[in-house]
């Protein structure tokens, strides 16, 4: 049973870790199993939220909204999974979270194509599908969008205000990160300097780190796969969440 004490970000990452384990370690997200057979049962929207799934012709979007409520605020979630791992129920849960935590502002998730069927820039194009789709359908205020994401989807999220930036279209209101994978070419000191410390990838390089089916042919010092080679300026504020001991 959890510990009703642990404040809600506490109980959000500890969910993301697990998250994390999963598909870092579990050959069938590997091999792309899990994306075909998914084994989650189906998820119930709780009451008091309205919950709309929308199709677009490359992948599907989840659209929450707090029945009777609009603020204009919305936050743009880009669930993690190493570009490999499916949309899950706990990202669900996390839109039910960050509605709450904005005070019933809307959240949009989307299930964006990933490898390894589909690398490098497949993730980067929806994502920045799902921004305009904001703008231009749902006429968000670009400032009122937050844009979210922990491991491969926090490095999502700088790589697709980087490509607005770079291509002259309005850049969100701030970007939340948490753990965020920003360099795909693994040569960061922490990768030595953590190897025996990180409870998720430390003391093996058998894992989605080191075996990346989303780069493709693409280099991996490209700024739109690994932000961390990229130009900040002019960004948003950013809210980077991060623990000592990762790689």
């Not at 404040?7 to 500890?14: E, H, I, P």
């Not at 129920?89 to 299930?111: C, E, H, M, P, Q």
């Not at 964006?112 to 820039?121: Q, T």
Request: glycine share 10%.
């Amino acid at each position: 049973m959890r510990d009703k004490r642990v404040s809600v970000r506490g109980n959000l990452v500890r969910d993301m870790m697990q998250n994390v384990m999963e598909t870092s370690l579990k050959q069938p997200i590997q091999s792309g199993e899990l994306r075909k057979n998914p084994v989650e049962p189906a998820w119930i929207c709780p009451a008091g939220y309205e919950y709309e799934i929308v199709e677009t012709e490359q992948f599907p979007m989840e659209y929450l909204r707090p029945e009777g409520i609009f603020t204009g605020r919305v936050i743009l979630q880009l669930h993690g999974g190493g570009y490999i791992g499916p949309m899950k129920n706990i990202y669900r849960k996390f839109a039910v979270r960050y509605s709450k935590l904005s005070f019933g502002g809307d959240v949009l998730t989307i299930d964006y194509r990933v490898a390894p069927e589909y690398p490098y820039p497949a993730a980067l194009e929806d994502a920045v599908y799902a921004y305009k789709w904001l703008i231009q359908e749902k006429e968000y205020e670009p400032d009122h969008i937050i844009v979210a994401g922990d491991s491969a989807g926090g490095g999502l999220a700088l790589a697709m205000v980087m490509y607005l930036r770079d291509n002259r279209l309005p850049l969100p209101g701030g970007i939340i990160t948490m753990s965020p994978w920003t360099d795909m070419t693994n040569s960061g000191a922490s990768y030595t300097d953590n190897y025996e410390t990180d409870p998720l990838f430390g003391n093996s390089t058998d894992n989605m780190l080191f075996h990346s089916s989303y780069i493709g042919d693409t280099d991996p010092k490209n700024p739109y796969l690994s932000p961390l080679f990229g130009d900040f300026q002019g960004f948003p504020p950013v809210l980077m969440q991060v623990g000592s001991y990762e790689v």
